[in-house]
């Protein structure tokens, strides 16, 4: 330690966290800077419309974060994206519509439907984690974000008790969040040309939207199966939307903005849905068809880690089982 503390050496990230763990501090707070879950200016931002619980979640996502670092630095693996989270743009529907045209560009996906989202976002080096966040009264937040500025990178923590349709949305909302941020902290506000300028909350969820349902593979989709604008059935809409992986309630929506459905039938539609929804804790009225590869980064870096020699793996097993304590599985 008084070699340490004189500068004579710089502890490795493993120590730098041991050090950490029994200060009861965070790594950050040992150089005097603001953590990537600082509570001030925007390196984290708590889910919308969560009310309780918003300190406990924040901390404990803060440690879900250290541990992932730390478990980065003992496998000399590279912490920062190689999806740009820095992209201007006007914070209006064709603004946006642009923004998820660059960002699916950069995944190499392009009008492509996705099959698992958490994995294509993972292996562009996004950090994901899917767990049980703590909240207050019963409530837990459904989802939290935080931009780690020093390595151009992300932290997204989606709750582990919802349906897929549901997980997938709240990832691209929360992926939206970050690019709603970073816009403001490198231009400012760009005009709307052609939209009114949306605020976060709205601008995340259309970039969720729009992602997940791009205008051009809805429309190659319903042309290619010939449903005309009052050809939809309620057991089709619910067919064709596991394609998407969204909820029914989000395609319909999407059909609407798309004008690919009668205004007569959305409207039919979207209260059958909501009705099911309300009688049914938000399950989906067709069920779930897809299962998600949870965790997967974070699974192989401590595979990884704990198969190491000496130090490094014994650091490896013992964030292992605290991210255990903490609720986090790895499948």
Known sequence: MNVIEKGRHVPSGRVLYRLAQELGVSVDD???????????????????????????????????????????????????????????????????EQLVTQVRHHLGITHAVVFDHFELLENAGLRVVCCDLPGGKGAEPASLCAY????????????????????????????????????????????????ELLDEVHAARKFAAFFLMPAMSVRGTVN??????DGWTYELL????????????????RLEELGLIEIALAKDFKKRIRDYY????????????????HNGRLGDLLSNATAQAGEAGEEARHLAARLAELGVGVE
């Not at 901390?59 to 250290?66: R, T, V």
């Not at 989606?158 to 490198?186: C, D, K, V």
């Not at 619910?238 to 929506?253: M, P, W, Y």
């Open 30 to 96: 040992l150089f005097g800077r603001p953590g990537v879950f600082a509570k001030t200016g925007a390196s984290a931002f708590l889910s919308y419309g969560d009310t309780s619980g918003g300190e406990a979640a924040l901390e404990m996502a803060a440690e879900i974060a250290q541990a992932f670092m730390t478990l980065e630095d003992l496998c000399g693996a590279m912490k920062c994206a190689v999806l740009p989270l820095h992209i201007p743009f006007a914070a209006a529907d064709a603004g946006i």
């Open 148 to 195: 780690d500025r020093a390595n151009a990178n992300a932290f997204f923590f989606i709750r582990r008790r919802m349906n897929p349709e549901r997980q997938l949305f709240r990832l691209l909302f929360e992926l939206g969040r970050i690019y709603w941020h970073t816009r403001q902290a490198i231009v400012g506000t760009l005009p709307a040309r052609g939209g």
């Open 224 to 229: 290619q199966l010939g449903i005309a604008k």
């Open 238 to 253: 619910l067919r064709i939307k596991h394609r998407f992986g969204v909820s029914a309630e989000s395609f319909c929506i």
């Open 278 to 293: 309300a009688a049914n804790r938000h399950a989906e009225p067709d069920g779930s068809r897809r299962r998600l590869n």
